[in-house]
Structure formats: structure tokens, C-alpha cells
């Protein structure tokens, strides 16, 4: 239909065109949609706690271990947590809360439910395309599942989450930026045979 996806680096995907909706199941990892516009047929991305429904727009969908994060660059999407998630929410009073965001607006669905609009540049979410990663006030969790896609060795972290990590690199710097976190955050990497490992040293 004209529409174009883009994968991050060990990011997959399912397709389905029903008459009714274009349906895709993002199972890991990262993907930029450019949507034709269809009224008759929404363009839905689901993942395993949100649901993201669009017409036609520019946006990035991020799956991480603790959060998924939908990056808009121009158009409107509307998030909310997957109906799975929304009846259990329901079951424990957890407040429940689909968003629309647009050109330049940046939400994230956590494991509880929240759906909460945060103040970050969504075109760090298209930097892969240029060949860089871009972490802005990221913890350890969430570098671990990023540089885990652009290596044969993933990365782990343990201990404490240290947050509030900052950095601009280069996709083929990526051993080397994790080999120096040391010098920018209380932690030590440390090789095992399957893993990296990055070890918080806090307390």
C-alpha cells in the first residue's frame, strides 16, 4: 500500500493486511513506520502492552525491557495499553489512559499501564538511521537492550539501575562506548562467556 518500515538491528515483525485494518505485531526490538494514509483501513502497531492506531504519519516504535516508547516526527497517533494490560489494570484501579501525540511528541507505555507524554526530542528515535544511537537520560536497563541489537555478545545489567545517562555514538562505536561507561557513571562492565555485564557499583 506505500507504506515503508524501516528495523532497527535484531528487531522483528509480523504482518497482517485485513480488509478492515494493516496490522503489525512488532515482537523485539525497534521499527520506523511511514504510513499511506487509509481511512478505511487504520494502520495498527501492537506490542505486547501498547497498542498504537494511525491514519498516515512518521513515527518510531521502541519495545525495551521496561517500556515502550512511540516517537512521533509528523502526523497524529493515538497510544494506549493493549487490552490484555487494560483489563488487568482494571481488575487492580490502576488508572488507565490512551494519548493522542503529534509532530514531535514522544509517549511511554510502561508495565503498569501509564501511559505518560515525556519531554524528549523524538528525532533521537530515527537516529539508527544515520548510524547512531542516541540515549538521553537513559538507565541501565535501557542501554543494555539497545547495544544488545548491534552486538553477538548481549548486554546485561545488574544491580541498582543508574539513570540519567546521556550519550551520541556511533553504531560502530558501540563496544567502545560500553567499555567506557565507567568513566561517566558508577558502574563496572565486566565479560562472562555469553554476557556483557554492566554491574552498578551503588549501593
Not at 80 to 88: C, D, G, I, V
Not at 131 to 143: M, S, T
Not at 191 to 202: C, D, G, M
Request: charged share 25%; hydrophobic share 40%.
Amino acid at each position: 500500500d506505500g507504506t515503508k518500515v524501516t528495523l532497527s538491528a535484531k528487531s522483528e515483525m509480523e504482518v497482517t493486511y485485513y480488509r478492515h485494518q494493516r496490522h503489525v505485531l512488532l515482537k523485539e526490538g525497534e521499527a520506523i513506520f511511514e504510513v499511506e494514509k487509509d481511512p478505511e483501513r487504520p494502520f495498527v502497531v501492537e506490542t505486547d502492552t501498547a497498542v498504537v492506531t494511525v491514519l498516515g504519519t512518521r513515527f518510531a516504535v521502541n519495545r525495551l525491557e521496561q517500556l515502550v516508547r512511540v516517537s512521533v516526527d509528523h502526523g497524529r497517533v493515538k497510544v494506549a495499553p493493549k487490552l490484555e494490560s487494560a483489563m488487568a489494570a482494571a481488575a487492580t484501579n490502576a488508572p488507565l489512559e490512551a494519548r493522542e501525540i503529534t509532530n514531535g511528541q514522544v509517549v511511554e507505555v510502561y508495565p503498569n499501564h501509564a501511559t505518560v507524554l515525556v519531554n524528549r526530542p523524538a528525532s533521537d528515535a530515527f537516529a539508527f538511521l544515520s548510524g547512531r544511537l542516541v540515549f538521553d537520560r537513559a538507565d541501565l536497563g535501557e542501554i543494555a537492550s539497545t547495544v544488545s541489537r548491534y552486538r553477538l555478545k548481549p548486554v546485561q545489567s545488574q544491580g541498582r539501575q543508574i539513570r540519567n545517562i546521556s550519550a551520541d555514538i556511533n553504531i560502530q562505536d558501540v563496544d567502545h562506548f560500553l567499555h567506557g561507561l565507567p568513566n561517566i557513571a558508577a558502574v563496572k562492565v565486566q565479560e562472562t562467556p555469553q554476557y556483557t555485564l554492566i554491574i552498578s557499583q551503588r549501593d
